[in-house]
């Protein structure tokens, strides 16, 4: 009787830990690549409710859409678009800088000051609630190749979206509201970001240095929020992809950040920054939602645990 008690105890233990598991947002940029295409108007992966709006503020020209662009392995930017630290899918997001064009508005510096931005479902947003907990992630990498003059891409979700204008900002700068994420400050420094309310300036403590040599990096953030009273905390760390990503790992390198912000209007996710490519957008419930961490399906686990449990009544008998 007891291990009859213990097996359907050990049920529904499963399905409680597979309950608390939800990958909310995904975005994998696996949408058709090359040069002339655009991120604005892609409406692919899930957790958004509209299309990406996306362009470039520098020059190639001003305002181009297709300066941000989808990009695969064959138009050789400093990174070839694959990563081992995360899953990732062939295309990536970004600023097309193919070896063979440098004389052609693709050369690595141009396209540059790149922003796009995201409604987020409302589903995902509803979720932001006193308590709760949200783990993002990207994998960013940078892509000019002449030399290190750029900043990197921020991640951010919030009511306003990160603005980059032709010379003095590059993802620093939140217009309509509050942001918190993975920001990538003037310093090229990631850290963790959080966008005021009033100014929509960035700030917040660095941590890694952004890479400038092409080097994917992992940039994952933990937020737990809190309410327009309360304050919203936010932890973030950086990875170089091969390093095997763990939650201690990422507890012991994370620097810490928090604001008072209504969660309830953080409906909007954003990008933005210099000279960047972007893939494998995650935002989850848990660590392993943000690094694409494949867990036990509810029936797997059940049946495990039901062979475990015929096992002891076996033995019993």
């Given at each position: 009787?007891?291990?009859?008690?213990?097996?359907?105890?050990?049920?529904?233990?499963?399905?409680?830990?597979?309950?608390?598991?939800?990958?909310?947002?995904?975005?994998?940029?696996?949408?058709?690549?090359?040069?002339?295409?655009?991120?604005?108007?892609?409406?692919?992966?899930?957790?958004?409710?509209?299309?990406?709006?996306?362009?470039?503020?520098?020059?190639?020209?001003?305002?181009?859409?297709?300066?941000?662009?989808?990009?695969?392995?064959?138009?050789?930017?400093?990174?070839?678009?694959?990563?081992?630290?995360?899953?990732?899918?062939?295309?990536?997001?970004?600023?097309?800088?193919?070896?063979?064009?440098?004389?052609?508005?693709?050369?690595?510096?141009?396209?540059?000051?790149?922003?796009?931005?995201?409604?987020?479902?409302?589903?995902?947003?509803?979720?932001?609630?006193?308590?709760?907990?949200?783990?993002?992630?990207?994998?960013?990498?940078?892509?000019?190749?002449?030399?290190?003059?750029?900043?990197?891409?921020?991640?951010?979700?919030?009511?306003?979206?990160?603005?980059?204008?032709?010379?003095?900002?590059?993802?620093?700068?939140?217009?309509?509201?509050?942001?918190?994420?993975?920001?990538?400050?003037?310093?090229?420094?990631?850290?963790?970001?959080?966008?005021?309310?009033?100014?929509?300036?960035?700030?917040?403590?660095?941590?890694?240095?952004?890479?400038?040599?092409?080097?994917?990096?992992?940039?994952?953030?933990?937020?737990?929020?809190?309410?327009?009273?309360?304050?919203?905390?936010?932890?973030?760390?950086?990875?170089?992809?091969?390093?095997?990503?763990?939650?201690a790992a990422f507890n012991a390198a994370a620097v810490s950040n928090s604001a008072t912000l209504d969660p309830s209007t953080c409906n909007m996710l954003s990008l933005g920054g210099a000279r960047f490519d972007v893939d494998e957008l995650r935002v989850g419930t848990t660590f392993n939602d943000a690094i694409?961490?494949?867990?036990?399906?509810?029936?797997?686990?059940?049946?495990?645990?039901?062979?475990?449990?015929?096992?002891?009544?076996?033995?019993?008998?």
């Amino acid at each position: 009787m007891k291990a009859k008690f213990a097996i359907i105890t050990a049920i529904g233990f499963a399905g409680t830990l597979n309950s608390q598991a939800a990958l909310q947002l995904y975005e994998g940029f696996d949408y058709t690549s090359g040069l002339g295409t655009t991120l604005n108007g892609q409406n692919g992966g899930t957790g958004f409710a509209g299309a990406w709006s996306a362009i470039n503020t520098n020059s190639y020209p001003s305002g181009s859409p297709t300066g941000f662009a989808i990009c695969n392995s064959t138009l050789s930017t400093l990174w070839n678009g694959t990563v081992t630290s995360v899953p990732q899918t062939g295309t990536f997001a970004g600023s097309p800088a193919p070896t063979a064009n440098l004389s052609s508005g693709f050369n690595g510096n141009n396209p540059d000051h790149l922003m796009a931005q995201r409604a987020l479902d409302p589903s995902v947003t509803a979720t932001f609630t006193l308590g709760a907990v949200t783990w993002m992630s990207y994998v960013e990498a940078s892509n000019f190749k002449a030399n290190g003059n750029g900043t990197g891409c921020s991640f951010a979700i919030g009511a306003g979206s990160l603005y980059t204008t032709g010379t003095d900002n590059r993802g620093w700068t939140s217009y309509g509201g509050a942001c918190i994420g993975i920001g990538v400050n003037s310093s090229k420094q990631f850290t963790a970001g959080i966008w005021d309310p009033s100014t929509g300036a960035l700030s917040g403590p660095a941590g890694a240095a952004w890479n400038t040599n092409g080097i994917p990096q992992i940039g994952i953030a933990k937020i737990t929020w809190g309410d327009a009273l309360n304050p919203t905390t936010i932890q973030q760390a950086t990875f170089n992809d091969g390093t095997t990503l763990t939650e201690a790992a990422f507890n012991a390198a994370a620097v810490s950040n928090s604001a008072t912000l209504d969660p309830s209007t953080c409906n909007m996710l954003s990008l933005g920054g210099a000279r960047f490519d972007v893939d494998e957008l995650r935002v989850g419930t848990t660590f392993n939602d943000a690094i694409g961490a494949a867990v036990p399906e509810p029936t797997t686990t059940v049946f495990s645990l039901l062979g475990l449990g015929t096992l002891l009544i076996r033995r019993r008998k």
